[in-house]
Every structure is written in C-alpha cells, then in structure tokens.
C-alpha cells in the first residue's frame, strides 16, 4: 500500500536543487550563484548566517524565499566539495548576479559569485528600487568606490545652496550608488540662525545700543555684548576628507552648532555604511585637546589600534606630521588624534592621545 508523506517530510528529504525547482523554476544550464561565505563544520555555517543576520545585509534587496541558506557545496555542480556554503541566490547572467551582489557588499565585504558547471533552478534576488532624483544644482564633492566592485561607489554632493541675509548655507547629501542605481541616501541639512529678518536684525542693533548706552552710564556690563544680537549665523555641514588606509569608504564631514555665548563651535562626524544604512555618529568627546579638530580630518589616516583591550573593530586615526624640532626633509611621525569604533555605528573619540 502507497504511502503519502507530509509535504513538510518531503521537504527535507529532497535535495537543495530540488526543493528550490519547487515553485516551477526551470533548470538553466551553467547560471551564476552568489555566495556569502562557506564553512567546513556545520556549527561554524550556523554562526556565519547568525553573524550577517546581525549585519542586515539585505536591506536593497529581496531575495527568493528560503534564501539566503545553507546548503552542502555538492549540491551545486562545480562548487568544491565538503563545504556548508550561504547562497543568497541564483542568476542567469554575471551582470545580474554582481548587480545583486553589489547590494550586500558593504556588509558582506567577502561575498562572490561563481559560474556553476552544470543546471540550476534560478533563484535570483529582486533589487529593491529607490526613487531618488539628483536635485537641480547638485556638485559632487567626492566619489569612493568599494575596492570589490569599482561601480559600487559612496558618493557627495552638495546640493540646495541658499542664503539667508548674509547667511549662506547647503545641505551635504551622500549616496550609495551603484551605476546608475541609487541604493539609499541620507541628508544633512544646513541651517541659517539667530537674528535672520530685517526685523529682527533693527531690534538687534537697538539692543545692542542701549546695552552700551547703558555700559558708559556704568549701569551694565561688557559680558551683555557676549551673546549675538545682530547676526544670521550660518550651521552648515562641510565636507572635510576621505578616510585613507580604511577598508571601506569613509567621510568625514563637520557641523556646525551654538556654544556658550552662541559662539559657533564644529564638530567631526565619520559617514559611512554599515547595517543596511548610511551611518554616522558624532564626535564622542567634545573635550578634545584640539582647539580646531576639524584640520586633522582632511588627510586622515587609519591603522589598527594597538592599545590594551582594543579589537578588530577599533582603529586609530591620525596624520603624518614633521616631527617638531625636526631638520628640514627629515622623516614624518604618526601623530594619533583619535579613535574609531565601528559596529552598526562609527564613533569617534576625541581623547588625549
């Protein structure tokens, strides 16, 4: 007497290209896959796909459902054997299988494609489009691609120049873009401050003239011309450089805000992509021992932290500089002005150094 098993039975008994031919998929000989990684013990499998799951790598893209998993490398013909391999999908061309790949690259910095030796049911991820236009007037201030894929680029602009009495401001916008294809973008948005209308501006002067009218009468003090009466301040973002030595793009970039007495004071923000997002955080010690920070960031470097306690994730930050009391021509030191901690932020510390 026949037997009917469970579909659920039936799914795992059936082999990786087979369960995949499930949703009517036709075989196509010699496709591309793309894989995230491989591992010869399946403990170590389940710890890379727990780790990209952290990463969030699929936030431009969606793939086949059951995907990404993993599979016995033999299961797909022309892959070594004896391997647990993450397989993000399968595309019928190079060009849509690197398209797909450049989407997870900036968290998966190790993932690849490779033709297969013989038929595979296609199972290639769909991008998720981003309908973003340049806006009119845009100048691109820089542009750093992905060291695995030239076309996969960060990318500055600034774009929205605009004044405000005598107050001129824009805002910064970063792009990550592959070819012609926008995967996300974000804003930083400059502003004009303080005493911005004519208005405002007359009933500033008169202020000020009383506070002094009022200092020669002995009545006042001087620390009452401290604050701003008569300005329209400008908080604009400026970019600053790009991280040299890093192993992905980097931006630094500073802002402007009001400190005591509503004195501008700037600080350093690194913008870059982690965890599915473009991400920055701000300088993490407004005490640093720099009365302008901003100056080292033009020309930055990154290495390898070698302070007590520090990981992989941390780096040092600094420049190159003649040595004080050097000859003229003798040999540049490293001068550490501070440290980067990267995670699904960067956070930048200011510290003594």
């Given at each position: 007497?026949?037997?009917?098993?469970p579909?659920?039975?039936?799914?795992?008994?059936?082999?990786?290209?087979?369960?995949?031919?499930?949703?009517?998929?036709?075989?196509?000989?010699?496709?591309w896959?793309?894989?995230?990684?491989?591992?010869?013990?399946?403990?170590?499998?389940?710890?890379?796909?727990?780790?990209?799951?952290?990463?969030?790598?699929?936030?431009?893209l969606k793939?086949?459902?059951?995907?990404?998993?993993?599979?016995?490398?033999?299961?797909?013909?022309?892959?070594?054997?004896?391997?647990?391999?993450?397989?993000?999908?399968?595309?019928?061309?190079?060009?849509?299988?690197?398209?797909?790949?450049?989407?997870?690259?900036?968290?998966?910095?190790?993932?690849?494609?490779?033709?297969?030796?013989?038929?595979?049911?296609?199972?290639?991820?769909?991008?998720?489009?981003?309908n973003?236009?340049?806006?009119?007037?845009?100048?691109?201030?820089?542009?750093?691609?992905?060291?695995?894929?030239?076309?996969?680029?960060?990318?500055?602009?600034?774009?929205?120049?605009?004044?405000?009495?005598?107050?001129?401001?824009?805002?910064?916008?970063?792009?990550?873009?592959?070819?012609?294809?926008?995967?996300?973008?974000?804003?930083?948005?400059?502003?004009?401050?303080?005493?911005?209308?004519?208005?405002?501006k007359?009933?500033?002067?008169?202020?000020?003239?009383?506070?002094?009218?009022?200092?020669?009468?002995?009545?006042?003090?001087?620390?009452?011309?401290?604050?701003?009466?008569?300005?329209?301040?400008?908080?604009?973002?400026?970019?600053?450089?790009?991280?040299?030595?890093?192993?992905?793009?980097?931006?630094?970039?500073?802002?402007?805000?009001?400190?005591?007495?509503?004195?501008?004071?700037?600080?350093?923000?690194?913008?870059?992509?982690?965890?599915?997002?473009?991400?920055?955080?701000?300088?993490?010690?407004?005490?640093?021992?720099?009365?302008?920070?901003?100056?080292?960031?033009?020309?930055?470097?990154?290495?390898?932290?070698?302070?007590?306690g520090?990981?992989e994730?941390?780096?040092?930050?600094?420049?190159?500089?003649?040595?004080?009391?050097?000859a003229?021509?003798?040999?540049?030191?490293?001068?550490?002005?501070?440290?980067?901690?990267?995670?699904?932020?960067?956070?930048?510390?200011?510290?003594?150094?």
């Open positions: 007497m026949l037997r009917t098993l579909v659920a039975v039936l799914a795992l008994l059936l082999p990786w290209r087979l369960e995949a031919a499930a949703p009517r998929a036709k075989p196509q000989e010699n496709p896959v793309i894989l995230l990684g491989s591992k010869q013990r399946p403990a170590e499998a389940q710890a890379l796909l727990a780790s990209l799951e952290e990463k969030k790598p699929l936030q431009w793939p086949t459902e059951g995907f990404p998993k993993l599979v016995a490398s033999e299961s797909l013909p022309g892959l070594a054997p004896g391997l647990r391999v993450l397989v993000l999908g399968v595309c019928g061309s190079r060009e849509t299988a690197l398209a797909a790949r450049a989407r997870v690259l900036p968290m998966v910095p190790d993932a690849y494609v490779k033709q297969l030796s013989g038929p595979a049911p296609l199972a290639c991820p769909n991008p998720i489009p981003l973003a236009r340049l806006p009119k007037g845009a100048v691109q201030l820089a542009s750093v691609p992905f060291k695995q894929d030239k076309a996969l680029v960060l990318s500055l602009y600034q774009v929205n120049a605009r004044s405000v009495m005598e107050c001129k401001t824009h805002d910064l916008l970063f792009r990550l873009e592959y070819g012609r294809e926008v995967l996300t973008e974000q804003t930083h948005t400059g502003d004009c401050t303080g005493v911005c209308t004519p208005e405002a007359q009933e500033g002067e008169a202020k000020v003239a009383e506070i002094q009218k009022r200092i020669e009468n002995d009545e006042g003090s001087m620390s009452e011309l401290d604050y701003n009466f008569v300005e329209c301040i400008s908080l604009t973002p400026e970019f600053l450089g790009v991280l040299g030595g890093y192993e992905r793009p980097l931006f630094f970039v500073s802002s402007t805000s009001l400190a005591h007495h509503d004195v501008p004071k700037r600080t350093v923000h690194p913008v870059g992509v982690a965890c599915g997002e473009l991400t920055g955080s701000v300088d993490g010690d407004d005490s640093g021992p720099y009365s302008d920070p901003v100056k080292y960031f033009t020309h930055a470097e990154a290495r390898r932290s070698t302070k007590e520090a990981d994730h941390t780096f040092d930050i600094g420049v190159w500089e003649q040595s004080p009391g050097a003229d021509g003798g040999p540049p030191v490293w001068k550490t002005v501070a440290t980067l901690t990267e995670g699904c932020d960067f956070y930048l510390s200011m510290g003594e150094h």
